[in-house]
Structure formats: structure tokens, C-alpha cells
């Protein structure tokens, strides 16, 4: 009878696990719909508010989100370790999603960055919080394929906001249309996921609470989560130019629409993401029952990927070319991005998870915007786009070597049984 309840207790909380994805899967979607629509619609926006003017400008546009949001992600983490996860998500969703409504109504360039900013500031505290909260329901037998799973609605926002430049395109919807309609959509589900969403069990034992500085001092004294953060920024500032400027690539390069260039830039990439997601997820909870370096080594893999396909980004002279390179570098993403926050659960104890995360995206997605405006202004300078995608090649060869030296540290491992 023992062991009939113990089991049925497993699979009670198995189903909770998985329906807390399942949960946080539209939210992960609404986060980078809400982010992709603007890249994706950047050519009706300019035309609609025309003191953006230079395409410099229209970087700072997007790395002021970035900027914003990088500041804040180490915060957001912070105050996820120590107060309700659920509270922080539904808060987080609720007010981007408000935000994300007003935007539909800025007239000037500095209204749009105003409203970018205070995106960046809500959002923050999502990507931290949801992760961890993932990690804390998941043992290490199904964490990277939780974490890829909730990761495909990032990669489905990502491919929706691809298509939002033909909502842009009509004359009967427009680009303020398209984000007043997110918004709402955002707003009304924050309500829902509030009242369902729950928080995990923590611990029975008592959890020593550090201060922000001591946090900090353990965290960067922790050789193995500088090299995390390292190799978690080198490939994400490539990451962010294509996803922010390749509609306009594709469109200045091959003479396309505007809608049918944000759909080429993202549905492709996007869709071997959600296979490299899924595959690279499966792979590495699977190679993790031989060694605990088997997640290291699948995101190793993914990494490889991205050396030829940003060269050949950068090189191709036909849209079909650039499109074959787009799914090499989705796929390679998928198995990088379903494995960063499990192999940071190798080596950062529980308590310090989600602020780790938040330093993780502070530093890189921070880079990540000087990556944005640095594009905008070389650019503007004609400088050939093999020429900036290749620094970016030669950047991925570098973070294999980095993944390479990461050691799991058993002193991080989860205190309940897996």
C-alpha cells in the first residue's frame, strides 16, 4: 500500500510539473511576440513616426528594451529567491502586457522609447522566475526537456511577431492595431494564470536567506558561472541581431515585402528551433544518465552548428542560400537554449538560481543591445554584412571552447530526491 501511494504521488506531482509548462508556455509566447512585432514592423513604424529618421536610431529603439531589461534581470532574480514565483510572473505579465497596449498610441520617437524601456523593466523579472520555478518542479531526469518545452513558446512568439508585418502591411489593421490587440490578449490572461499557477515545495529545511551583496560575492566568486556567463552572451549577441535585424536584411538584400521578409527571417530559424529544442532537450536528459557532463556536451554541439551558419548568413547570395543557413543556426539555438538554466542548476545551488539567471541575462542581453545599436551604426557605415557576421563565426568557435571547460559541481545538486 506504501509503495501504491508513493507512486501515485509521483505521477500526481509529474502532471503538476508538466501543467506548470504548460502554463507558462503562452506567457513565454506573449514575451517575445510582444518583443518580435517591433523588428518585424520597424518599416511602417519609421514612415508613422519619422523623427526615428536613421537606422541608428531605430537601434537604440531596440536596445533601450535591452539595456533596461539587462539591468533589471539580476533584480528580477533576486527577488524571485525570495518571494512567490507565481506573484513575480503574474505581476511581470500583466504589466508588459499593459505596456505593450500603449504602445499602440506613441506618436514620437521618444514616447516609443519611453515605452520600450518600461517594457524592458517588466519583463525583467519574468525569464528568471519562470525558469527556476520550471527547475524547481523538474528533477535533472526531465529538466532540460521541460525547460526546452517552455522554451517553444518563446520560438512561437518569435515566429507570430515574424508575421505581424503583414498585420502592418493592411490597410484595414496597422501596427498599432496589432500591438493594442496583444496587449489585450496579455492582460486578460495574467487574471487566469494568477489564480491557477502555485508555487513548488520548498525544502523542509530551514534555507539561510543571503543578502543581494553576499548573493553577488558567491555567485562571481563561482569559476564556473563566469564561464557560464560567458559562453551564455558570446552566442546570444549574434542571437539578437538575427532575430532584430534579419527582416530587414532579407529585405534590403533580396527586394522582399515587409511581410514576407519578417516571416522568412523568423519562421524557418524558428521552427528548427522548436526541433533543436526538443531534440537537444531529449538528448541531453538522455547523455545526462551516462555522465553529468552531458548536457555541456549537446549544448557543445548546438554551438557547432552556428559556425558555419553565421558565415554563411553573411555570405549567401540567394534567399534560399540564407534560409538554409537560418535553419542551421535555429537548430544549433534549440540545443544552446534548452540547456543553459539546467546546466547553471550544476553548479549554482537552488537558493541562488533565479538571481543567477538574472546576472546571466544582465550581461548578455545587456551586450546584446550594444550588439542592436553596433549593427545599426555599421550599417549606416556600408560595412559588408560578411564581414560583421563572420566576427560573429569567429565568436562561436570560441564559446565551444568555453561550454568545454564548465565542471558540474555535485555541492549544487537539488536537496530533494530526484
Not at 188 to 203: E, G, V
Request: aromatic share 12%.
Amino acid at each position: 500500500m506504501a509503495n501504491d501511494s508513493e507512486a501515485a504521488s509521483r505521477l500526481i506531482n509529474s502532471k503538476t510539473a508538466w501543467l506548470v509548462v504548460a502554463m507558462l508556455v503562452p506567457v513565454a509566447l506573449l514575451n517575445y511576440l510582444d518583443r518580435q512585432m517591433l523588428a518585424a514592423m520597424k518599416s511602417s513604424m519609421m514612415a508613422d513616426i519619422p523623427d526615428i529618421a536613421t537606422s541608428a536610431n531605430w537601434g537604440i529603439v531596440l536596445g533601450s528594451f535591452k539595456w533596461v531589461y539587462a539591468g533589471l534581470s539580476p533584480v528580477g532574480g533576486y527577488v524571485a529567491d525570495r518571494t512567490s514565483r507565481r506573484h513575480v510572473i503574474a505581476a511581470s505579465l500583466f504589466i508588459w502586457s499593459a505596456v505593450t497596449l500603449a504602445t499602440a498610441y506613441v506618436t514620437s520617437f521618444p514616447q516609443l522609447l519611453v515605452a520600450r524601456a518600461v517594457m524592458g523593466v517588466s519583463e525583467a523579472f519574468y525569464i528568471p522566475a519562470a525558469l527556476s520555478m520550471i527547475s524547481e518542479f523538474h528533477s535533472s531526469q526531465t529538466r532540460s526537456r521541460a525547460v526546452g518545452f517552455h522554451q517553444m513558446g518563446i520560438y512561437l512568439g518569435i515566429i507570430l511577431g515574424g508575421f505581424s508585418g503583414y498585420a502592418a502591411d493592411a490597410p484595414s489593421l496597422g501596427w498599432r492595431w496589432a500591438f493594442g490587440f496583444c496587449g489585450l490578449v496579455g492582460v486578460a490572461y495574467a487574471l487566469p494564470l494568477f489564480a491557477l499557477l502555485r508555487n513548488p515545495q520548498r525544502p523542509t529545511q530551514k534555507t539561510v536567506h543571503l543578502s543581494p551583496l553576499a548573493s553577488g560575492i558567491e555567485l562571481l566568486t563561482n569559476w564556473n558561472f563566469l564561464l557560464l556567463v560567458l559562453y551564455f552572451t558570446l552566442p546570444a549577441m549574434a542571437g539578437w541581431v538575427v532575430k532584430d535585424w534579419m527582416p530587414d536584411i532579407l529585405k534590403e538584400q533580396f527586394g522582399l515585402g515587409q511581410g514576407k521578409a519578417g516571416m522568412s527571417a523568423v519562421l524557418y530559424v524558428q521552427v528548427a528551433s522548436l526541433i533543436g529544442v526538443g531534440l537537444g532537450g531529449w538528448l541531453a536528459d538522455r547523455w545526462m544518465r551516462r555522465t553529468s557532463r552531458g548536457r555541456i556536451f549537446v549544448s557543445a554541439i548546438g554551438m557547432s552548428f552556428f559556425l558555419p551558419a553565421l558565415f554563411g548568413i553573411g555570405n549567401a547570395g540567394t534567399l534560399g542560400v540564407a534560409i538554409g543557413f537560418l535553419i542551421l543556426f535555429g537548430l544549433g539555438w534549440g540545443f544552446f537554449d534548452c540547456n543553459n538554466m539546467p546546466i547553471l542548476c550544476q553548479i549554482v545551488r537552488p537558493e541562488l538560481r533565479a538571481t543567477g539567471y538574472g546576472i546571466m541575462n544582465f550581461v548578455s542581453i545587456g551586450c546584446g543591445g550594444f550588439a542592436d545599436w553596433g549593427f545599426g551604426a555599421l550599417r549606416d557605415r556600408n560595412v559588408p554584412l560578411n564581414i560583421i557576421f563572420g566576427v560573429f563565426a569567429g565568436t562561436a568557435l570560441l564559446s565551444i571552447l568555453i561550454v568545454m571547460l564548465i565542471r558540474p559541481n555535485e555541492k549544487a545538486a537539488d536537496p530533494l530526491p530526484e
